[in-house]
């Protein structure tokens, strides 16, 4: 139960910063979604990170692994506002905007990812 806590706790924190990041103006002319495209970026890095150190130090899924990477990271990313605003560029026949967005998104992503676990690997 005290684990539920820790993964709460942390959805909180995380899901507050997302709302936060939300709320940067950062539109552009073709309706590009940055800001989401960013936080997920952002929460890759850091969940590589956590695993990574996590691996190296034996923290296996103590109470901080599970704050920060199911917790944070999990309130912090949006993968249902990542499908959501794919499925509106292409509804607005912006079907090559969103093609670029699932693209870059899952690239970037997994780069961010990678680059977490190499920082904390070296």
């Known amino acids: 139960?005290?684990?539920c806590l820790f993964v709460g706790i942390g959805g909180f924190a995380g899901a507050i910063?997302?709302?936060l990041m939300g709320m940067i103006p950062l539109q552009?002319?073709?309706?590009?979604?940055w800001i989401t495209l960013c936080i997920n970026a952002i929460g890759a890095f850091v969940i590589g990170l956590v695993t990574a150190a996590a691996a190296k130090n034996g923290w296996g899924d103590s109470?901080?692994?599970l704050f920060l990477k199911t917790g944070v990271c999990?309130?912090?990313t949006t993968?249902?506002?990542?499908?959501l605003e794919s499925s509106s560029l292409m509804k607005q026949g912006k079907t090559g905007t969103a093609a670029v967005y699932m693209v870059l998104s899952v690239g970037i992503c997994l780069a961010m990812v990678?680059?977490?676990q190499k920082l904390i690997v070296k």
């Open 1 to 3: 139960m005290l684990n």
């Open 17 to 19: 910063c997302r709302y």
């Open 28 to 33: 552009d002319k073709s309706g590009f979604p």
């Open 63 to 65: 109470h901080l692994v």
């Open 74 to 76: 999990g309130g912090f």
């Open 79 to 83: 993968f249902s506002t990542f499908a």
């Open 114 to 116: 990678m680059l977490g």
